[in-house]
């Protein structure tokens, strides 16, 4: 099995070195741009596996392998996917043999060609019952309706709409990082954390926490 993985991460880091492009590369100027849902639209759509020459098949599924085998895959495949610009990308925490077993399971997928936005790994393909993608209970499209669960679209003051962003913006740190989330707490959302103006300030740390007499940069 080691042999047959070292020769699949040399296929992936093949592929992740020669990317092909269904157009010919140019220097874009800026009247170029195009807006997300534009190029959504409009961008040229190839099959993953046809584009990459790397199939589902081709990956073995992840009961049998063993941590460092599925790491090792699992870093080979987000860089591949990063060098053509259909990145896989979580809100969450997730497991790596399951990230990596979702990224194998729907491999076989159609992916835009974009060249001005940043294309994503679909996690969730068309005919997918909602919450059982291959991520579980990790999913991703079930985490976002929970983390909105409550909220309306009703007109809110200033000061509603930055208290509601706060709640939905802590119920997603919780997720994402569990114990640790106080480390990204976003202060600039707290209206215990601005000045007069209600501009933030300090991200939380008031003149208390400063030393008057600390010269240390004298």
Same mark, same amino acid.
């Given at each position: 099995?080691?042999?047959?993985?070292?020769?699949?991460?040399?296929?992936?880091?093949?592929?992740?070195?020669?990317?092909?492009?269904?157009?010919?590369?140019?220097?874009?100027?800026?009247?170029?741009?195009?807006?997300?849902?534009?190029?959504?639209?409009?961008?040229?759509?190839?099959?993953?596996?046809?584009?990459?020459?790397?199939?589902?098949?081709?990956?073995?599924?992840?009961?049998?392998?063993?941590?460092?085998?599925?790491?090792?895959?699992?870093?080979?495949?987000?860089?591949?996917?990063?060098?053509?610009?259909?990145?896989?990308?979580?809100?969450?925490?997730?497991?790596?043999?399951?990230?990596?077993?979702?990224?194998?399971?729907?491999?076989?997928?159609?992916?835009?060609?974009?060249?001005?936005?940043?294309?994503?790994? %679909?996690?969730?393909?068309?005919?997918?019952?909602?919450?059982?993608?291959?991520?579980?209970?990790?999913?991703?499209?079930?985490?976002?309706?929970?983390?909105?669960?409550?909220?309306?679209?009703?007109?809110?003051?200033?000061?509603?709409?930055?208290?509601? %962003?706060?709640?939905?913006?802590?119920?997603?740190?919780?997720?994402?990082?569990?114990?640790?989330?106080?480390?990204?707490?976003?202060?600039?959302?707290?209206?215990?954390?601005?000045?007069?103006?209600?501009?933030?300030?300090?991200?939380?740390?008031?003149?208390?926490?400063?030393?008057?007499?600390?010269?240390?940069?004298?």
């Amino acid at each position: 099995m080691q042999k047959y993985i070292s020769q699949l991460l040399a296929d992936i880091a093949y592929a992740t070195e020669n990317v092909g492009l269904p157009f010919v590369e140019k220097e874009l100027e800026l009247h170029d741009w195009i807006s997300d849902e534009e190029e959504d639209k409009t961008a040229p759509v190839r099959n993953l596996e046809e584009w990459t020459g790397i199939r589902k098949e081709m990956l073995p599924p992840e009961g049998m392998l063993n941590d460092e085998q599925v790491n090792r895959l699992l870093d080979a495949l987000k860089k591949m996917l990063d060098a053509y610009n259909w990145s896989f990308v979580l809100q969450t925490e997730v497991s790596q043999r399951i990230q990596y077993a979702a990224i194998r399971s729907n491999f076989n997928q159609q992916a835009k060609i974009k060249r001005w936005h940043t294309g994503f790994f %679909e996690l969730c393909l068309s005919g997918t019952e909602h919450g059982k993608c291959a991520l579980g209970e990790y999913c991703q499209c079930a985490f976002y309706a929970e983390l909105y669960s409550g909220f309306t679209d009703s007109a809110l003051s200033p000061e509603e709409e930055r208290a509601r %962003e706060l709640e939905i913006e802590i119920k997603h740190l919780k997720r994402k990082y569990s114990e640790e989330w106080m480390k990204y707490y976003p202060y600039h959302l707290d209206a215990n954390y601005v000045d007069e103006n209600g501009n933030p300030y300090n991200y939380g740390f008031g003149d208390e926490d400063e030393d008057e007499d600390d010269n240390w940069w004298r």
